[in-house]
C-alpha cells in the first residue's frame, strides 16, 4: 500500500468523505441543511465520477459525470430547497431516536456492510473494489436516515442520498451502469421527486403536517375521535 | 542510548516544563485578541505560579493525606507523559517504559487523583466537578484510544516515537483515516483540556464549571502544582497531535545533533499555530450544556471509529 498513484488515493479520499457525509445526515436535523449535504454528497459523486473518467479513459463516465452535476448537484437540490420554502418546513421534529444512539447503530451498520461486501470486492476486478464496502454502507445509512425520520422532507432526501449511494457503488463495481439504464435511472428520480413534491402539498392539505406518522391509521377517522372512542372503552 | 538520545530527552522535559505556562498564555492571549478584549501579558501563567509558590498552603481541617498527595503525583504523571512523547526527536530513553496505550493510562491516573481529591474535602462544587470531569474522562478515552490505534495500524507500532518516525519518514500520501482521526483528536483535546465546548477555562460560575470546580479547595504551591499540571497537560496534548498528524520537522533516528535544535523552532512555530488555532475554535463555537458533552464526544468517537474502518477498509 505504500504506492497507491496519487488519483485513487484522491478516489478513496472522495469515498471516506462520501461516507462521512453520510454520517452527517444522520446527524442534521435541520432540513435545509440535509438539502445541503445532499448537495454536497452530489458534488462528491461528480469529482468520483470525473477522476475515475479520467483514470480509466471510460467516456460515457464523463456523460454520467455531466448528468450528476445538472441533476443531484443543481437541480434537486435547487427543486428540494424551493419546496421547503413554499412548504415551510425548515426543522425535522426530534428523531426516534436519539442522535448519539443513531450514530452508534450506524457505526455497526458500517461494520456489517463492509462485512457484506468483503466477498464481492474480492471479486471485482476494478481499481476502486475497495470502495464498494463504502457504497452498500451509504445505501444502509441512508436507509437509516429514513427509518429514523418522520418528516415526508427528509425521508425524500435519505431515498435521494440512498440513490447516490447505489451509483457510487455501481462505479466502484463495474466502472458505471449502462448509459441507457443511467438515463432511466436519472430521469426516474427527477419525475419522483417531482410527483412527491405534488404529494406533499397534497399530505399537507389532509393533515396539516408533513408528519408521516398520520398516513399509519388505515380508517378516515380523525386520529383525535379514535382517541375518544378508546377513552369511552375505558 | 547514545548521549545523543540523552540530550533529546533532557531537552524535550525542559522545553515542556518552561513552554507548557508560555503555551497556555499565548492561547489566552489570542482569545482575548479575537474577542477585541486587550491582552494579558503572555507571561501572566508563569508570574501566576511564582505568586503561589511564595504563599503559604492552607489546608481543610479534614483533608486526608491523599489531598497534599494529589498535586505531586498529578504533576509527576503529566511529566512522565511529557517524557515518552516525542516532539522534537524520536530517539527517546524513555519511550521503553509506556508505549501510547500506556501514555492514556497515565493521564487515566491523573484524572483519578484530581478527583478523589476533589471529594475527598466532601464540599459539593468538588463532587460536582469530579463527578463531571469522570463523565467527560470514560467518554473521551475510548475515542483517544481510537485515535491512537488507526496511527498505530499504519505504522504498525503502538510506541508513540516509533510512529512518529514511521509517518515523518514516509512519503507523502493521503489518508483519510488520518484525517478523521484528527478531527476525533481535536475533540477530544477540547474536551480533555476544559476547553470552551465542554468546559470554559477562564469561568468562575459554578454551575457550568468542571476543572475550575475541583481545584476550589487548593492553594499556594498545591494550586501552583495543579496549574501547572493543566498547562503541561495542554502542551502534552498539543505534541501529542503533533506526532501524529504533523510530525514534520522532528528529528528522527538517524539525524544528527544539527537537525535536533533544527526542530526546535519548528516546535515553537507549530505551537504558535495550533494556539491561535485553539484560541479560534474556542471564539467561535459557544459552551454546550453539560447533557449535550456525551453527544459531543459521541461524534469525537465515531470520528475515530469511522477513520479506523476506512484504515481497514481503503487501506487509506
Redesign the interface.
Known amino acids: 500500500?505504500?504506492n497507491?498513484p496519487f488519483d485513487l488515493?484522491?478516489l478513496?479520499?472522495c469515498?471516506?468523505?462520501f461516507?462521512?457525509l453520510s454520517?452527517a445526515m444522520l446527524?442534521q436535523r435541520r432540513v435545509v441543511s440535509l438539502v445541503g449535504l445532499l448537495a454536497m454528497q452530489g458534488t462528491l459523486l461528480l469529482i468520483a465520477t470525473v477522476l475515475l473518467a479520467w483514470r480509466t479513459g471510460e467516456n460515457h463516465l464523463f456523460i454520467s459525470a455531466a448528468l450528476t452535476l445538472g441533476l443531484k448537484v443543481l437541480l434537486l437540490p435547487w427543486i428540494l430547497y424551493r419546496l421547503i420554502r413554499r412548504l415551510n418546513v425548515y426543522w425535522d421534529t426530534e428523531p426516534l431516536l436519539n442522535?448519539?444512539g443513531t450514530?452508534?447503530i450506524?457505526?455497526l451498520v458500517?461494520?456489517f456492510s463492509?462485512g457484506l461486501a468483503q466477498p464481492i470486492s474480492a471479486l471485482a476486478s476494478t481499481a476502486t473494489r475497495?470502495?464498494i464496502?463504502?457504497a452498500v454502507a451509504v445505501v444502509l445509512l441512508s436507509f437509516l436516515t429514513m427509518i429514523t425520520r418522520r418528516k415526508a422532507m427528509s425521508q425524500v432526501i435519505g431515498f435521494l442520498s440512498m440513490e447516490n449511494g447505489l451509483f457510487f457503488g455501481a462505479m466502484s463495481a463495474t466502472y458505471g451502469m449502462p448509459m441507457i439504464v443511467e438515463f432511466g435511472v436519472a430521469l426516474d428520480i427527477l419525475v419522483a421527486v417531482l410527483v412527491l413534491g405534488i404529494f406533499f402539498f397534497q399530505i399537507r392539505e389532509q393533515f396539516d403536517s408533513l408528519d408521516l406518522h398520520h398516513l399509519e391509521s388505515l380508517k378516515e377517522t380523525a386520529p383525535d375521535t379514535g382517541r375518544k372512542l378508546s377513552g369511552e372503552e375505558k | 542510548m547514545t548521549p545523543l538520545s540523552i540530550l533529546t530527552q533532557a531537552l524535550e522535559l525542559i522545553a515542556a516544563l518552561a513552554a507548557a505556562p508560555l503555551f497556555l498564555g499565548w492561547v489566552n492571549q489570542c482569545r482575548a485578541w479575537l474577542q477585541n478584549r486587550s491582552a494579558p501579558s503572555i507571561l501572566l501563567p508563569y508570574r501566576n505560579i511564582r505568586k503561589l509558590f511564595h504563599k503559604d498552603a492552607v489546608v481543610a481541617t479534614n483533608a486526608s493525606p491523599l489531598f497534599r498527595l494529589a498535586p505531586y503525583v498529578v504533576f509527576g504523571a503529566m511529566v512522565a507523559a511529557a517524557s515518552i512523547i516525542p516532539s522534537m526527536g524520536t530517539g527517546l530513553p524513555f519511550t521503553r517504559a509506556a508505549d501510547a496505550i500506556a501514555l492514556v493510562g497515565i493521564f487515566a491516573t491523573a484524572r483519578v487523583f484530581l478527583s478523589l481529591a476533589a471529594m475527598d474535602i466532601g464540599t459539593a462544587f468538588g463532587t460536582l466537578g469530579a463527578r463531571r470531569e469522570m463523565m467527560v474522562g470514560f467518554l473521551a478515552e475510548p475515542a483517544l484510544l481510537m485515535v491512537i490505534f488507526v496511527a498505530s495500524l499504519i505504522s504498525a507500532t503502538t510506541s508513540l516515537p516509533a510512529v512518529t518516525e514511521n509517518l515523518a519518514t514516509r512519503d507523502l500520501t493521503i489518508f483519510p483515516s488520518l484525517a478523521f482521526t484528527a478531527v476525533a483528536f481535536t475533540m477530544v483535546l477540547l474536551a480533555e483540556n476544559a476547553r470552551i465546548p465542554i468546559d470554559n477555562p477562564a469561568t468562575h460560575l459554578e454551575l457550568t464549571m468542571i476543572h475550575e470546580a475541583m481545584l476550589l479547595e487548593y492553594s499556594a504551591r498545591h494550586l501552583a502544582l495543579m496549574e501547572w499540571a493543566a498547562a503541561l497537560k495542554l502542551f502534552n496534548y498539543a505534541t501529542i497531535g503533533f506526532a501524529l498528524f504533523v510530525p514534520w520537522g522532528v528529528a528522527t533516528g538517524m539525524s544528527g545533533p544539527g537537525t535536533l535544535f533544527a526542530s526546535i523552532p519548528i516546535l515553537g512555530i507549530k505551537l504558535i499555530v495550533a494556539g491561535f488555532g485553539l484560541a479560534l475554535i474556542e471564539t467561535a463555537s459557544a459552551k454546550l450544556r453539560v447533557f449535550r458533552a456525551p453527544e459531543f464526544l459521541a461524534v469525537a468517537f465515531l470520528f475515530g471509529v469511522l477513520g479506523l474502518l476506512v484504515r481497514l477498509l481503503l487501506g487509506a
Open positions: 500500500m505504500q497507491i488515493q484522491l478513496n479520499l469515498a471516506a468523505l461516507l462521512l454520517f446527524a442522535i448519539p450514530m452508534l450506524g457505526v458500517v461494520v463492509f475497495s470502495s464496502g463504502i
